[in-house]
């Protein structure tokens, strides 16, 4: 004998599970079809910008892998970017953006002398953005999600 109580659950439950399945095709169908990140940061010397790089732009560039804290960074170092933006000469760099730590609004000024060959702008690949990583840029000093670097 069929249970006619018990069916109706069970079509309840499987379309429910059928809502929920189409639901996140869909959403997996809309995110894949996202258009790709439009991040860039603007390197500047005063009011002047002297270039924009797009994540992709700042692997062109080259890549250099240092281990920090036991982590490896991998990036093109920011001593080439600037060469590349036309700012090689420089006395102090304001690197704006987030505090990797809290994720507040906030900048670093690096003096020449802090800026070597092992201070690397790296890519966050899940952020689609990059951070500033070097040995002389404490930990919680560090900016992700840069959006100027400005050169004096």
């Known amino acids: 004998m069929v249970d006619f109580v ?6 309840i439950i499987g379309a429910i599970a059928l809502v929920l399945i189409a639901g996140l095709g869909a959403a997996w169908w809309f995110e894949s079809r996202a258009p790709a990140s439009d991040y860039a940061f603007k390197v500047m ?13 700042v692997k062109a560039i080259g890549s250099k892998q240092i ?14 970017v600037l060469e590349h933006a036309g700012a090689g000469t420089f006395t102090t760099v304001t690197i704006v953006g987030a505090n990797v730590s809290t994720g507040k ?22 952020r689609l953005t990059v951070k500033i990583a070097g040995p002389k840029i404490p930990r919680n000093s560090r900016i992700r999600d840069i959006t100027e670097i400005v050169v004096k």
Do not use: F, N
């Open 6 to 11: 018990r069916r109706p659950r069970h079509l």
């Open 67 to 80: 281990m920090l804290q036991g982590k490896v960074q991998e990036g093109a170092s920011l001593l080439a």
């Open 105 to 126: 609004a906030d900048q670093i000024v690096l003096a020449a002398c802090d800026i070597g060959p092992d201070t690397v702008l790296d890519p966050a690949p899940k």
């Open 45 to 57: 010397r005063g009011d002047r910008v002297l270039a924009s790089y797009d994540v992709a732009q």
